[in-house]
């Protein structure tokens, strides 16, 4: 019986850890059309600079928000001075963020070692509930409650705000955006930086849980494509849907059917990409 | 010599290889309407997208009151007010209505006499107002086209560029928006205003400049264009 409600409440910690990781891709790759193949190394990266402020003795909460701000830099400066001329063309996309991929794995290597990095849970959110004669961990349920406040911020910025607005025109037509004076250009590289901060806030949530280590990247990236494959790109509600329909089946079929674990995983992706192509909650593009 | 809103001097611009316009010259002066007219394919279209730097001139110069903006970026262009009623509307058309007023508004930078806002805008297009809720993808092409104008105005602009504001609409949505464009031209605005029928402009422009493949084949005023014995047949489409 509690079996089934631990696996539920890592469920959703997980599916909120997933949607901070995917509504940037999301945003990237609906918006803007980057196929942006190194979302996974700002989860990673964003993760190991976690740990090492943590290390120094800083603040989890300040640990978190520093290592999304220097992924951001990282991200926007990557945006404006390599994807930007590569502008609408989806190959060179896809290489160059692979390429990128396979540096910042190789430097995170380098530099953080081999050995994974679990930083302790802090010390603030530790410990469990009770209710109703049953435990439920506290952080997990943290990170369920700032992935539902994040989705609730996003879903406020790009559907009602000037500043969403003037995204979406962005999207819509480009050229005459930029005749009504919009700034494309730095609002495009603003949701590129904004998503790896995403990444990279969701890897420093999930550093105490999942812990680091090389190849944490490439663990998350697929588990990004299948969530906002599932939910539709470019849709906060599709990645918040598909992010703990993911949830879910990662740890009851991994508990369940741990010799199918991928199998479960990857059907339903491949079941949406043939039935219903645009994702659960996406557009048909006219 | 009176100040000019907007003047091409010059202008050499290609589409790849293509000459597009070959030292085109015109000036549009303060408060007035021009008529840019000609055939399909004579570089009116063009003319616009140079002033409003879409396509950055390889030659010549393109100043707005006195200000040269030849190879500036569009959104630098816009500041300097500069707007554009592009042809085929192109509204945002995944944005609500007041969406689309919302990301073109700002606050007039040269004192404009009437300043634009929402209450601006929708008293003079009541219907925006009653569907500003609406995606601008489920409007009708007039009331796009009202959106498009809108857009413009909400940038308070100091010239305005409209690019064949009557094309695929019905007779009597044309007439509302030339009303619109005499009410505009009244309250002061200088406009340039782009069409393939002459009869239209004929009617409301101050003066009319004809091009014929890419060079100003006629500049005057209408008066002159009009009652001045010219043989527009060979620069125009049969009207």
Same mark, same amino acid.
């Given at each position: 019986?509690?079996?089934?409600?631990?696996? !539920?409440?890592? &469920?959703?910690? /997980?599916?909120? =850890? +997933?949607?901070? #990781?995917?509504?940037? %891709?999301? *945003?990237?790759?609906?918006?803007?059309?980057?196929?942006?193949?190194?979302?996974?190394?700002?989860?990673?990266?964003?993760?190991?600079?976690?740990?090492?402020?943590?290390?120094?003795?800083?603040?989890?909460?300040?640990? !978190?928000?520093? &290592?999304?701000? /220097?992924?951001? =830099? +990282?991200?926007? #400066?990557?945006?404006? %001075?390599? *994807?930007?001329?590569?502008?609408?063309?989806?190959?060179?996309?896809?290489?160059?963020?692979?390429?990128?991929?396979?540096?910042?794995?190789?430097?995170?290597?380098?530099?953080?070692?081999?050995?994974?990095?679990?930083?302790?849970?802090?010390?603030?959110?530790?410990?469990?509930?009770?209710?109703?004669?049953?435990?439920?961990?506290?952080?997990?349920?943290?990170?369920?409650?700032?992935?539902?406040?994040?989705?609730?911020?996003?879903?406020?910025?790009?559907?009602?705000?000037?500043?969403?607005?003037?995204?979406?025109?962005?999207?819509?037509?480009?050229?005459?955006?930029?005749?009504?004076?919009?700034?494309?250009?730095?609002?495009?590289?603003?949701?590129?930086?904004?998503?790896?901060?995403?990444?990279?806030?969701?890897?420093?949530?999930?550093?105490?849980?999942?812990?680091?280590?090389?190849?944490?990247?490439?663990?998350?990236?697929?588990?990004?494509?299948?969530?906002?494959?599932?939910?539709?790109?470019?849709?906060?509600?599709?990645?918040?849907?598909?992010?703990?329909?993911?949830?879910?089946?990662?740890?009851?079929?991994?508990?369940?059917?741990?010799?199918?674990?991928?199998?479960?995983?990857?059907?339903?992706?491949?079941?949406?990409?043939?039935?219903?192509?645009?994702?659960?909650?996406?557009?048909?593009?006219? | 010599?009176?100040?000019?809103?907007?003047?091409?001097?010059?202008?050499?611009?290609?589409?790849?290889?293509?000459?597009?316009?070959?030292?085109?010259?015109?000036?549009?002066?303060?408060?007035?309407?021009?008529?840019?007219?000609?055939?399909?394919?004579?570089?009116?279209?063009?003319?616009?997208?140079?002033?409003?730097?879409?396509?950055?001139?390889?030659?010549?110069?393109?100043?707005?009151?006195?200000?040269?903006?030849?190879?500036?970026?569009?959104?630098?262009?816009?500041?300097?007010?500069?707007?554009?009623?592009?042809?085929?509307?192109?509204?945002?058309?995944?944005?609500?209505?007041?969406?689309?007023?919302?990301?073109?508004?700002?606050?007039?930078?040269?004192?404009?006499?009437?300043?634009?806002?929402?209450?601006?805008?929708?008293?003079?297009?009541?219907?925006?107002?009653?569907?500003?809720?609406?995606?601008?993808?489920?409007?009708?092409?007039?009331?796009?086209?009202?959106?498009?104008?809108?857009?413009?105005?909400?940038?308070?602009?100091?010239?305005?560029?409209?690019?064949?504001?009557?094309?695929?609409?019905?007779?009597?949505?044309?007439?509302?928006?030339?009303?619109?464009?005499?009410?505009?031209?009244?309250?002061?605005?200088?406009?340039?205003?782009?069409?393939?029928?002459?009869?239209?402009?004929?009617?409301?422009?101050?003066?009319?400049?004809?091009?014929?493949?890419?060079?100003?084949?006629?500049?005057?005023?209408?008066?002159?264009?009009?009652?001045?014995?010219?043989?527009?047949?060979?620069?125009?489409?049969?009207?």
């Amino acid at each position: 019986m509690s079996l089934w409600l631990t696996l !539920a409440v890592n &469920s959703f910690a /997980l599916g909120g =850890l +997933l949607f901070l #990781l995917s509504a940037g %891709f999301s *945003l990237i790759f609906g918006l803007m059309r980057i196929p942006n193949l190194m979302h996974g190394s700002f989860f990673m990266l964003g993760a190991y600079f976690g740990v090492t402020l943590l290390s120094q003795g800083v603040n989890f909460w300040l640990a !978190a928000l520093g &290592s999304g701000l /220097l992924t951001a =830099l +990282l991200g926007g #400066l990557i945006e404006r %001075f390599l *994807l930007r001329r590569l502008e609408g063309q989806v190959l060179p996309q896809v290489l160059l963020t692979l390429g990128f991929a396979f540096i910042i794995g190789d430097v995170c290597l380098m530099i953080w070692t081999g050995d994974p990095w679990q930083p302790p849970t802090p010390a603030h959110l530790q410990g469990a509930v009770q209710v109703a004669g049953l435990f439920f961990p506290i952080y997990r349920l943290v990170i369920l409650a700032v992935a539902v406040v994040i989705a609730v911020a996003l879903w406020i910025l790009v559907d009602w705000t000037r500043l969403g607005a003037m995204i979406r025109a962005g999207v819509d037509d480009p050229p005459i955006a930029r005749v009504v004076g919009i700034r494309v250009s730095q609002l495009f590289t603003l949701v590129f930086s904004l998503g790896a901060a995403l990444a990279a806030f969701a890897g420093v949530m999930g550093a105490p849980y999942l812990s680091v280590y090389p190849g944490l990247d490439f663990e998350m990236l697929p588990l990004a494509l299948i969530v906002v494959i599932l939910g539709g790109t470019g849709s906060l509600l599709g990645a918040l849907v598909g992010s703990f329909i993911i949830g879910f089946l990662y740890n009851f079929g991994q508990a369940m059917f741990p010799d199918l674990a991928y199998v479960i995983l990857f059907l339903p992706m491949l079941l949406v990409l043939v039935l219903r192509p645009q994702g659960l909650f996406g557009k048909v593009v006219a | 010599m009176a100040t000019s809103a907007l003047e091409l001097h010059d202008v050499d611009a290609y589409y790849g290889d293509s000459h597009v316009l070959q030292g085109v010259s015109f000036r549009l002066g303060e408060g007035r309407l021009l008529g840019l007219l000609g055939r399909n394919g004579a570089g009116k279209t063009t003319c616009l997208n140079v002033t409003v730097g879409l396509l950055p001139p390889r030659r010549g110069g393109v100043l707005v009151f006195g200000e040269e903006v030849a190879r500036l970026p569009p959104e630098q262009i816009a500041l300097r007010g500069v707007a554009l009623v592009p042809q085929g509307r192109r509204v945002f058309r995944s944005l609500t209505v007041r969406e689309n007023l919302a990301v073109a508004a700002r606050k007039p930078t040269h004192g404009t006499a009437s300043a634009w806002t929402f209450d601006t805008v929708y008293a003079m297009f009541p219907r925006l107002e009653e569907r500003k809720s609406q995606m601008a993808a489920h409007l009708s092409g007039g009331e796009q086209q009202m959106l498009a104008i809108g857009r413009a105005l909400m940038s308070n602009p100091r010239v305005l560029l409209m690019d064949e504001p009557s094309e695929g609409l019905a007779p009597q949505i044309v007439a509302d928006v030339m009303t619109t464009v005499r009410k505009l031209k009244e309250s002061g605005l200088s406009i340039v205003l782009v069409e393939q029928n002459p009869r239209l402009v004929f009617e409301i422009a101050d003066d009319i400049v004809i091009l014929n493949t890419g060079r100003v084949a006629v500049a005057a005023t209408t008066d002159q264009v009009e009652h001045g014995g010219l043989d527009l047949t060979q620069h125009l489409g049969v009207f």
